[in-house]
């Protein structure tokens, strides 16, 4: 009876260790990439050719306090794809010279709609856009492949959705009243691998590019190869899928006169603030004239951990931004 008793004991014993074993085991991570040692392919320039194609589907009016803005709302094709992209375009009423001009890249997987939510904290009655406008800015927002009202499948900031991006810059470039001197582009979050790419494949001469607080690899999109903002099936060694979808990668090759990177002391989604300091160490190697944050912070500066100029408050993001804008166009 004992030794019967043992038996069952260790068959249990087994499962248990068998069970334990399958759990341990699918909370591992199976990769071989070593964000310290990577080496990423070099990028080499393309060139767009194809005819803008494009219609005008609505105008609207609408005022906030004394603002006249006017919407206007197209759709545009993404030439890779055929896809006809959802776009609306943000100007002052009074505008009677050439204005400057930004385009805002939403963050995650994320569609126009996340770029009309309110503005910081001091007045919740208008919106990013607005607040952009009412400085007089001109403002394209728009949907990505598959997002929103666009048609497409969603190609996680990919080849496909950075060609779409540069059209809409090709687009903004020849727009009514915008100085093709003064364009910049503004992307939140996961938006900085659709930006990146853009700028370093296309290699477009823009006046200032601002991102806020982007994972720059794909350790930090995957939130350490275990998840994050990435299609079903790919894991860290999915090579052809991280090389269009990795900041680093591009930054190099950037032509733009300005680089801002804005982080707050609590990142949105990282434990750290690592990505923004990979992401502006990298820059000052390369590019012309990086910053971290405001005015006050030095340019083409080396930082670590414990000096990193941060934001004490998130709110305050918003305002940085809009601020550098200003500076960088007027």
């Not at 055929?82 to 890249?105: C, M, T």
Request: negative net charge.
């Amino acid at each position: 009876k004992n030794y019967f008793n043992l038996i069952c004991l260790s068959k249990s014993m087994k499962r248990i260790f068998i069970i334990f074993f399958i759990v341990i085991s699918s909370c591992s991570i199976d990769t071989s990439y070593d964000p310290e040692t990577y080496d990423y392919e070099e990028v080499e320039k393309e060139i767009l050719l194809t005819n803008i194609s494009f219609s005008l589907i609505e105008t609207k009016e609408d005022s906030f306090k004394s603002i006249k803005i006017i919407q206007k709302d197209y759709l545009i094709e993404n030439p890779s794809t055929g896809s006809q992209w959802d776009v609306s375009v943000y100007s002052h009423k009074k505008i009677s010279e050439d204005a400057p001009a930004v385009i805002l890249v939403p963050g995650g997987i994320g569609s126009k709609k996340d770029l009309l939510n309110h503005y910081g904290t001091a007045d919740k009655e208008i919106s990013i856009v607005e607040k952009m406008v009412s400085e007089g800015f001109i403002v394209l927002i728009f949907s990505a492949e598959g997002r929103g009202e666009s048609e497409g499948e969603i190609d996680y900031n990919g080849y496909d959705d950075q060609d779409g991006l540069y059209n809409l810059y090709r687009f903004l470039v020849s727009y009514e009243n915008v100085d093709e001197e003064k364009i910049g582009i503004v992307s939140f979050s996961y938006g900085v691998a659709m930006v990146s790419g853009m700028l370093g494949r296309f290699q477009p001469e823009i006046l200032y590019y601002i991102e806020w607080e982007g994972p720059v690899n794909r350790d930090y999109v995957s939130t350490g190869c275990t998840g994050g903002v990435v299609k079903e099936g790919i894991t860290c060694d999915s090579e052809d899928y991280w090389v269009e979808r990795e900041a680093l990668r591009f930054v190099p090759y950037f032509k733009i006169d300005h680089l801002m990177i804005v982080q707050t002391e609590k990142d949105h989604v990282q434990d750290i603030n690592q990505h923004s300091l990979d992401f502006n160490n990298l820059a000052i190697k390369y590019l012309p004239w990086v910053r971290v944050n405001g005015v006050d912070n030095s340019i083409n500066t080396e930082y670590n951990l414990e000096n990193l100029p941060v934001l004490s408050e998130k709110e305050e993001y918003q305002e940085t931004i809009l601020e550098a804008m200003k500076e960088f166009t007027e």
